[in-house]
């Protein structure tokens, strides 16, 4: 039996705030995007850049913290997992997405750790959040 390995571990910086929503079934859920950024030099000596944009998924309780805390140029440190999925678009497309579901979430702005102490999501700044998957009961 072979065994595998979805982890995704990111630093970066929010695009825009946070949308949140709830499922059918009431389940809040929160997507947001966040950049990436590799520098290096090429053949000639020139600094070249490129980012990179992923769709960041947050369930339940972490999606609470990312509503609560979560802003546009916010910096902050990701560990996850890989997901894609598909679905039909309006005009009846198939469509593919690849999203990284979140299972912890570390708030790396100084003044964003402090918050997240103040609104007892954290006991001190830089403390990891995470989705609180340890109440699924399954």
Do not use: C
Request: charged share 30%; glycine share 8%.
């Amino acid at each position: 039996m072979s065994r595998t390995l979805n982890k995704v571990m990111l630093i970066g910086n929010v695009g825009k705030d946070p949308e949140v929503n709830f499922t059918p079934s009431g389940v809040k859920v929160a997507q947001f995007r966040l950049a990436t950024s590799e520098t290096w030099k090429d053949k000639d000596g020139t600094i070249q850049e490129h980012t990179d944009w992923h769709t960041i998924v947050a369930w339940r309780g972490l999606a609470d913290v990312v509503e609560k805390l979560v802003r546009r140029g916010s910096r902050i440190y990701i560990e996850g997992k890989i997901q894609s999925r598909s679905f039909q678009d309006a005009d009846g497309h198939k469509r593919y997405v690849v999203e990284i579901v979140a299972d912890n979430l570390l708030l790396l702005d100084s003044k964003k750790s402090e918050q997240a102490g103040q609104h007892g999501e954290s006991d001190h700044p830089g403390t990891p959040l995470n989705n609180g998957a340890d109440d699924i009961p399954f």
